[in-house]
């Protein structure tokens, strides 16, 4: 079992930045792949972003260049640096860790892009 506590969300203009924090309950370099997706309103979930163990990344096109995935082992907490924010980027924002046997979520954190 793994929990997940998001935090950092919130209202920031375009073209601001915004750090999201996903903090683990577990040792989160024993998890295959930490990500973060979104869901905007209307739409269906969408990944944004993944960091495996090794370290590898991926983005999705819509933020290639403007987001950054990093993970800090000490606290156990993955990262979700957001730049060059815009009103596309409106959406409730999860965490997710994948393991071999389940998909774990956060409870979710709200972005709202609004001048």
């Known amino acids: 079992q793994v929990q997940l506590v998001e935090s950092g969300g919130g209202l920031v203009q375009p073209g601001e930045s915004l750090r999201l924090s996903c903090t683990t309950s577990?040792?989160?370099?024993?998890?295959?792949?930490m990500a973060w997706y979104r869901q905007a309103p209307g739409k269906q979930r969408e990944l944004v972003a993944t960091?495996?163990?090794?370290?590898?990344?991926k983005f999705a096109d819509s933020v290639t260049g403007r987001f950054t995935i990093f993970r800090d082992n000490t606290k156990n907490t993955v990262y979700l640096e957001m730049t060059r924010i815009g009103p596309e980027d409106t959406a409730v924002y999860y965490c997710?860790?994948?393991?071999?046997?389940?998909?774990?979520w956060g409870q979710g954190t709200q972005v709202t892009v609004s001048s």
């Open positions: 997710n860790a994948h393991t071999a046997f389940n998909d774990y």
């Open positions: 960091l495996t163990r090794e370290g590898s990344t």
């Open positions: 577990r040792l989160i370099s024993t998890i295959p792949t």
